[in-house]
């Protein structure tokens, strides 16, 4: 364990202060912070640490262990060293990840991630878990959605504070710039002799937001320096612009009579909406189903067909499959239902 002069000489008070001030209020005895062993997580468990010494909570270190590296066993022992020298309790789930039809490597490793650190998380009966996204990352997220034509609730990217799986998730970075992370890893490294992992997949360009990073952000670092506050700000903005429009979403969403279970709704009444809030209104009723968001061009066929059948009088005939479930129409409302399942049937039956 380090000794207490090392917390008297480290820390940075900007990050700090970012951190202390995404706690929850009240504030909880313990919190976790998802370690991957990288500079970011690193430097993000030392400074909970030293909150924890200041305001008198427990702090425990989440390990992820994914087994795609060949490095990952040594991964996990050098995070648990670094809980160990930081006084800190550490804990590692394994998982296996598997490609997904729909999903690519990332976002099947993503999604692999966070039900480990969700089933640590109840273990240990922690419900907050702090996460090391910083400005670049941010950024960088708002560029790949940008390139993929998301919208205004796309573009706002990583929330401050995220709720999934019962668990709730605080990114105290977003607006840290990675050089003063950077900063504080080499000074920690100089202090304590330990030092973070790199993980070569960061800097692989076969991957998505590698390639951002890699080949792009470069260029527009050398071009427009400021870029990435800038677009850090989109993300800001456009996490307003989401909330009101998720409120015009609930309330467009209230006054289409609506089923208990809402996974029903009145077609007349959709029909008496603007285009714009038509669309607005399908996508927060996909969102609130669990579904996932269809494409631009998906949802306007969708739109199209939900329009027609209105004005040919008949809306048996329509029936579109959306992940795992269908939408469909029966009496003059708009449905989702599982194929095999129980509502589908009965409503066939109806027809």
Known sequence: MLPNAFWR???????????????PSPQ?????????????????????????????????C?????????????????????????????????????????LGMEAAARDARYQALAALAREIKVAHILLAHH?????????????????PEGLAAMAPRMQRDGIAYLRPWLDIDRTMILE?????????GWSPVHDPTNADDKYTRAAVRERLAPVLDER???????????????????????????????GLAPSPDGRSFSLAAWRQLSMARQALVLRYWL????????????????????????ALGHDRQMRVKHGADF??????????????????GALNAEG
């Open 224 to 254: 427009w320096p400021g870029w990435r506050g800038v677009l850090t700000r989109l993300a800001r903005q456009s996490a307003d612009t989401r909330a009101v429009l998720g409120e015009v979403a609930a309330a467009d969403f209230a």
């Open 184 to 192: 504080q890893a080499a000074a920690f490294t100089t202090i304590s």
């Open 135 to 151: 400005r670049n990352d941010q950024s960088e997220t708002v560029l790949l959605r940008l390139l993929r034509g998301a919208g």
């Open 62 to 102: 989440l390990h992820v262990h994914h087994g795609l590296q060949d490095r990952a066993d040594g991964w996990r022992d050098h995070a648990h060293d670094l809980a160990l020298r930081l006084g800190l309790p550490c804990h590692t789930r394994r998982v296996c990840v598997t490609q997904a039809r729909d």
């Open 28 to 60: 909880p005895d313990r919190i976790a912070v998802a370690l991957s062993g990288g500079a970011d997580s690193a430097m993000l468990a030392a400074h909970a640490a030293l909150a924890a010494r200041k305001r008198g909570f427990v702090v425990h």
């Open 287 to 310: 969102a609130q189903s669990g579904l996932r968001m269809p494409s631009d061009a998906r949802l306007q066929d969708l739109m199209r067909q939900l329009r027609q059948l209105h």
């Open 327 to 344: 939408i469909l129409c029966a009496r003059g409302r708009v449905y989702l239902a599982e194929e095999r399942g129980s509502e589908y």
């Open 9 to 23: 000489g480290f820390g940075s008070p900007t990050m700090l202060e970012a951190l202390e001030q995404a706690l």
